[in-house]
Structure formats: structure tokens, C-alpha cells
């Protein structure tokens, strides 16, 4: 046993005192330029991309493998953080914290903590790799994952002991005289764990506790942190690691499976390898070097989720706390499906149908698991946080099943989505059971809406989130569209009629003088004064949701030619587009993102940073101006997606907005998730390649585009005319060429033919 004083002693007998500079953050981030020769899809990944955020929430530079649990990024509030808090050993869920914590250490014992804050610099992120130097330390740390496992060497560079410290948040570590493991407990009855292997045995274990160093082999409870001590002598050090959401003895074989020895630069190729198969599902030629590293980062983003969780054929479901058997299917969570229904979700189904096929089992099986079987909303490695509003799920079932994908069950996926819209409240942000607004929107129609300083007394109401009325009837409608076409496909012929007409819903909110969905109360009567920017207080959700009724009047994803007639027609229609497009912000910028803060991305009111905007600068080709569409669609992506740190408009949401950047820069868009169309817009290169799952190509040729050059002049499909501004699934499923004439003047006649 060795005494406090006796560490304390030892220690400083080689450490000097150490005295921390705090220095500015000097990355160096390529941005751009020419590529080298022979670049791969991965070399054109720029992970900075979007790390400084324009109000909320950054991108995160991940380091992970295709859909796959094991990811991390440097621990820091944003790029401009001017500190690491210690490095990462996994993220468990989309923009969260790392659970556990890694400091290497070299200096007074008194200065060790927990996580030790590091000044760094030199700093290079690859989606596979990452490496830093720990400037005032004087280490260099270089990592690269697998799946389920990684490898971490760090290089010493003073000639002093070194300390390893591994640190649970609300856990366990210990060291068993062969390798450390340990458990972090994060919410919800789900715990990860580790298992880690230094390629060089310690000469002693401390645990540190409240500054103190002492003497032991495991460290239990907050902050429990365990140090391995090596005395001077080898420079470097290396330890390879295993994770699971299993046990610490799945954690070991997760890493005995995947990596074998220490070979740090083998892992990086294995990585480098799997991420040019994953991108290389869609070559482009032409275009810019930044065109080409905004597509593929965007493309690399869609990669983040949802992960992978089994493991040896077995996976822990927060959904019921049980570890099941996979059967051979594996099993996906951590989806905000609010989010990546619109893009995300159709763009596997394109490139990667399996997988799709896997996600959606993986919801039923959620369902299944559940106190009720409900579809989920949100769900996470911890269980289905039941965020946002509506129930879009039911709408990647639909997507999938109308695009030919067989591979879940899609009575019980039926009954799942139809029990979720039915028996749960519409609430948002809501898990209960279904209640009095909801018994009042099965009567009426609609939500009803409170007017400004209207007392709550709905129970299931979300005090912060609120009713968001029209958003919620909007969704809504949407959903029922979506059962009602599943119905059909079932032959359940009094669901279909009875899903279609509540389909039709969002008509009740729809003001004949304004154009807009504007809120009712319980009596029928539109809420009054109201102003369609700034009613509906924090977010808009008294009324809508995160947007205002500028983005919401375009809500109406699956009945658009209705909306149209609503309107008063095509004319109608696209001058009220033009007005989103041209209305100022009524207020002062401070003043108009405190309100409103996740609707940056301004284009007049129109805002490019969350999803329910998505499609809309594809709605003019319903109304008879596709050119319009291909001139904001070009516009949109060279204002709020580039090749540099703020190139990202808002939250990016794991995939969710950037699966909009893939399929735009295309040159296609799927307007309505359910429909098996895609909508066409202006493509940014030359030359695209989607390689099919079935073996098959789709190519899109634009001749003569460039940066003006971004109008079709006209179109052929597979050889043959093409005079509509769509294109259906089918017809790029089964392989061939979309080829176009572009130009720098609208061609006014080319797709104007009678909508869909």
C-alpha cells in the first residue's frame, strides 16, 4: 500500500512544475482549393464544415465509421472552444457528451483532474482519424475507430512520468492487472461500458478523488477516475479500447472482433476503406472543389445516424431494458425522425435500401417493445425521447413500402404508426396517452389554439413547447394521409376512407382572406389581432413550431395542387412564394432570432436552417415556374452551404438538412416522403453517378452548367423527351440517364405541364 505522501513524493520527484499558458486556438482548416490527384470521396470531406454555429447549435466534427455507435469529436463547446476537457472515448448520442473521458498527463500531481483542460493546437480531423497536439503537456495524441472499438496512441515528449487518468461521469473503472474496464450510467436505465488494453502494463493504479491521489484499482460513483502511473521510459503509449451498451465483457470481445494489435496507421486504411465504399454510392465529376466538398460532407453527415447498436448478434433496447437477439437483422436507434423523415430517410432508400429496410424494422421492434405499441419519434440509444410534434414515422414506412422496400413487416408497422397517431396525445414533446385536446381535434378537425395570456389547463402540455396548433394540425394531416395510403395497400378500405378524409384537415385552419393556416380557438373563431411573424411568443409554438406561419403555409407536403386551388391558383400560388422570398424581418435582427432562433438561413422570412422549409423552394414547379425553383435552389445552396466554418445555416440535426444538400446538388428532391416522385431542381455538376443497391446506374448529365449556366434549357429521360419538372422512383431505380440541356437564361416553357 502506498500512502498519500509517499505518491505524493514520488511524483514530484520527476515532475517539475508545470505553468499553464492559456493560448488561442490556431487550427488551420482547408477550405477549399484544389484537391490533390487521385483524391477519393473521403479526401473531399471537410468535417469543419458548419463547426461555428450562426446562432444554435454547430456541426460536430465526428470521427466514426458509417453508422456505427463508436463516434467522437473533440470536447468543446464549438471550433472556437479554446480548451479541450480531456478527449473523448464515445458519444452516445447525436451532439451529446462523450461518456468517459481520457487525460494523459505529465506535470505536478496537484494539477491532475478528473479531466484535465488541455490548450492544443495542430489539430486534424479526417472522418476517420483524428489527431492533436496537446501543446502545454507536449503530447501527441492520434486516434482512429472501428465500429465498436478504437485505438488511441499518445506520444510523451518530456522526460517526466506519465499519467493516464479515465474518468465514468456517474460510473465505475477499475484495473484488473491486465486491462481497465468500467460503466457510465447515462439516463433512462442504459449504461455503457468500456474495455480498454494499454499496450504497456502500468507500474501502479491511483484513484483520484476530491484532488487526492491514493493508492487503489477501482473508482465508483460521480466523477470516478482511475489513473495508471508508468515511470519515465517509454515515449509512447497506446490503448485500445471496446464499447458496449451490453456488459464490460461484450466491450472486450466488441474489441477483440475488430482490432487485433496496435496498429494505428492499419486501422486509419480499414477506415479510410469503408468510408470511400460508403461515399462512393454516388460519384460527381465537374463542378468546383469546394461544390464537390460541400457534397460529400454533407453526404458523410447522413453516415452519423442512426447507429448500429448490436453487437455479436445481440443488442440492449432502452425500450424495454432487456439485451434481445437481433436474428440476424440489425438493430438501428438514435433518429430524430421529425427531422430526417424528409430527406434522409428517401436517401436511403435510394443508396442504401437495406439498411433502410434494417431502420424500420428496428422501429417496429421498438413498438413492440414499448409499454405501448406505439411507432417511435424520436428514438435514441437511451429510448424514444418523444420530441417535436406530429408522428412522421408513418411517414418513412410509407416512403419505403410505395419504393419497393419488403424488408419489415408492414401490417404490424401499420398498426404501430396507426395506434401512435390515434392512442397517443398530439401534444408535443408528449408520450401520453391520448386526452381532451385530443378527443377535441377527433370531433373538430384541428387543434385548438389559446389566445395570448390564456391560462394552460391541458395536463400532457408541454409548459415551454406549448400546443404549436397549427403545426400539429398540419403534421397531422399529413400523417393520416400517409395511414391512409398504407390502409389502402392493406386492404383495410374503411381505414383508407376514413385516414383520407382527416387528411384534408389542414383546411380547417385555412383563412380565405390571408392565405395563411392561422389558429382557431375552441369555438371556430381565427384568433384575433394576429401577426403570421411574431405571434405565438418563444418559437412561434403557441401557434406553430420553432417557424412562424411564413413556413408553415407551405405545410400541405402531400396535397400540394390543393393547396394551389386554396390559394386561388398558379398566379396566387407563386406570388405569395415571391412574398415569403421578399418580406424583411419586421424587426431588428437581435430582436427577431431572440424570438425566434432556429429561423436563421434568411431569405426574407423564408429560412433555410430547419427542415419544415425544405421543400419548399421546390413548389414552383407545381405551379407551373419551374425556373423559379432552379434559380432559388442554386441560390439557396450558394448562400448557406459553403466550404467553411459557418457553412451551415442551422441545427444540422445529424443527416436531417444535409441529406437536402445531397439530393439538391443532384439535381432531385423528394417533395413529398410517400410519394414515389422526385422533384426536379438544378444540378451543381456535370456528371452524377448514383450506384443503385440493385447493381444498376443513375446518371444525371448537365451539359454546359456552371455557376450561371443553371436553367434548364431542356430534358431527356433514358433518350426520350422529358416535359415535367419530375421524375418518378422507378424510373431511377431501375437504372438510366437524366440528361440536361442547361443555360444562363430561364427557358420559361420547359416544364410547365399540368402538376402531378
Request: hydrophobic share 35%.
Amino acid at each position: 500500500m502506498i500512502a498519500d505522501k509517499q505518491i505524493k513524493n514520488r511524483v514530484t520527484r520527476y515532475f517539475s512544475v508545470t505553468t499553464f499558458i492559456a493560448l488561442s486556438l490556431a487550427l488551420v482548416v482547408s477550405c477549399g482549393g484544389t484537391k490533390p490527384t487521385g483524391s477519393t470521396p473521403v479526401d473531399e470531406v471537410n468535417p469543419y464544415m458548419g463547426n461555428i454555429s450562426h446562432l444554435l447549435v454547430p456541426t460536430y466534427p465526428t470521427v466514426h465509421l458509417p453508422n456505427s455507435f463508436l463516434r467522437v469529436y473533440p470536447e468543446r463547446g464549438d471550433f472556437t472552444g479554446d480548451r479541450l476537457r480531456g478527449l473523448p472515448l464515445v458519444v452516445t448520442s447525436h451532439r451529446g457528451s462523450s461518456a468517459f473521458n481520457l487525460s494523459p498527463f505529465q506535470g505536478e500531481v496537484d494539477d491532475l483532474k478528473p479531466v484535465v483542460s488541455y490548450s492544443y493546437d495542430q489539430e486534424k480531423i479526417t472522418p476517420y482519424s483524428y489527431s492533436v497536439y496537446l501543446d502545454e503537456q507536449q503530447i501527441a495524441v492520434d486516434f482512429a475507430p472501428s465500429h465498436q472499438s478504437a485505438l488511441y496512441q499518445l506520444d510523451f515528449e518530456q522526460d517526466k512520468p506519465m499519467y493516464v487518468a479515465v474518468n465514468s461521469r456517474n460510473g465505475s473503472v477499475k484495473w484488473d492487472g491486465q486491462a481497465l474496464s468500467g460503466y457510465q450510467h447515462i439516463g433512462n436505465g442504459t449504461t455503457v461500458y468500456i474495455y480498454m488494453e494499454p499496450e504497456q502494463r502500468p507500474e501502479h493504479t491511483a484513484v483520484l478523488k476530491d484532488g487526492l491521489l491514493t493508492e487503489g484499482a477501482s473508482a465508483e460513483g460521480r466523477d470516478a477516475c482511475l489513473v495508471l502511473l508508468y515511470a519515465p521510459g517509454p515515449k509512447q503509449l497506446r490503448l485500445r479500447y471496446g464499447i458496449s451498451f451490453i456488459d464490460a465483457e461484450q466491450a472486450q470481445r466488441n474489441l477483440q472482433r475488430e482490432i487485433k494489435g496496435f496498429d494505428l496507421a492499419a486501422l486509419k486504411e480499414a477506415g479510410r476503406s469503408a468510408w470511400n465504399e460508403a461515399l462512393g454510392k454516388i460519384e460527381v465529376s465537374g463542378g468546383t472543389a469546394d461544390d464537390r466538398s460541400v457534397f460529400y460532407t454533407s453526404l458523410y453527415r447522413t453516415f452519423e445516424r442512426p447507429v448500429n447498436i448490436s453487437e455479436d448478434g445481440r443488442y440492449f433496447s432502452a425500450f424495454d431494458k432487456q439485451v434481445h437477439k437481433d436474428n440476424g437483422i440489425p438493430f438501428y436507434t438514435d433518429d430524430w425522425i421529425w427531422d430526417s423523415y424528409r430527406a434522409h430517410h428517401p436517401l436511403n432508400v435510394l443508396i442504401d435500401a437495406q439498411k433502410e429496410e434494417h431502420i424500420l424494422h428496428s422501429f417496429v421492434t421498438m413498438a413492440s417493445q414499448m409499454e405501448h405499441f406505439w411507432l417511435p419519434t424520436f428514438p435514441e440509444i437511451n429510448g424514444d425521447s418523444r420530441r417535436m410534434n406530429s408522428n412522421h414515422g408513418v411517414a418513412t414506412l410509407l416512403d419505403a413500402h410505395v419504393k419497393g422496400l419488403k424488408g419489415f413487416d408492414l401490417e404490424k408497422a401499420y398498426e404501430a404508426a396507426k395506434l401512435a397517431i390515434t392512442e397517443k396525445t398530439l401534444a408535443p414533446w408528449s408520450g401520453a396517452p391520448a386526452g381532451q385536446l385530443d378527443e377535441f381535434f377527433k370531433e373538430h378537425g384541428y387543434i385548438p389554439a389559446l389566445r395570448e395570456g390564456e391560462a394552460e389547463t391541458i395536463p400532457e402540455v408541454n409548459g415551454f413547447e406549448r400546443r404549436q396548433p397549427v403545426a400539429v394540425t398540419l403534421g397531422t394531416a399529413y400523417d393520416m394521409w400517409c395511414l391512409a395510403q398504407l390502409a389502402k395497400a392493406l386492404g383495410k378500405e374503411a381505414d383508407y376512407e376514413h385516414f383520407m378524409e382527416q387528411s384534408f384537415n389542414y383546411r380547417n385552419l385555412f383563412h380565405p382572406e390571408t392565405h395563411f393556416f392561422h389558429p382557431k380557438d375552441a369555438n371556430g373563431d381565427f384568433i384575433t389581432p394576429f401577426d403570421y411573424v411574431f405571434s405565438g411568443g418563444q418559437g412561434a409554438r403557441g401557434y406553430y413550431g420553432e417557424n412562424n406561419a411564413w413556413i408553415y403555409r407551405w405545410d400541405v407536403q402531400h396535397n400540394i395542387p390543393d393547396l394551389i386551388k386554396l390559394m386561388g391558383g398558379n398566379e396566387a400560388f407563386v406570388k405569395n412564394l415571391d412574398d415569403m422570398f421578399n418580406q424583411p424581418l419586421g424587426k431588428s435582427k437581435h430582436d427577431f432570432y431572440a424570438q425566434l432562433p432556429d429561423h436563421t438561413g434568411n431569405v426574407g422570412q423564408f429560412s433555410m436552417a430547419n427542415e419544415p422549409s425544405l421543400h419548399i423552394p421546390y413548389l414552383y414547379n407545381y405551379a407551373g415556374q419551374p425556373w423559379k425553383t432552379q434559380k432559388r435552389i442554386r441560390m439557396l445552396l450558394n448562400q448557406w452551404f459553403r466550404n467553411d466554418l459557418m457553412g451551415v445555416p442551422g441545427d444540422e440535426d445529424g443527416g436531417g438538412m444535409s441529406s437536402f444538400v445531397v439530393f439538391s446538388k443532384l439535381g432531385f428532391y423528394p417533395v413529398t416522403p410517400g410519394s414515389p416522385t422526385y422533384s426536379i431542381g438544378s444540378p451543381v455538376f456535370e456528371r452524377s453517378r448514383v450506384n443503385l443497391p440493385n447493381g444498376e446506374v443513375f446518371e444525371v448529365i448537365a451539359h454546359q452548367v456552371s455557376d450561371t449556366n443553371k436553367y434548364i434549357q431542356s430534358a431527356k429521360l433514358n433518350g426520350q423527351p422529358l416535359l415535367t419538372p419530375w421524375i418518378s422512383h422507378e424510373a431511377v431505380s431501375q437504372g438510366g440517364t437524366l440528361e440536361l440541356e442547361m443555360g444562363d437564361k430561364a427557358n420559361t416553357s420547359w416544364g410547365v405541364a399540368p402538376t402531378e
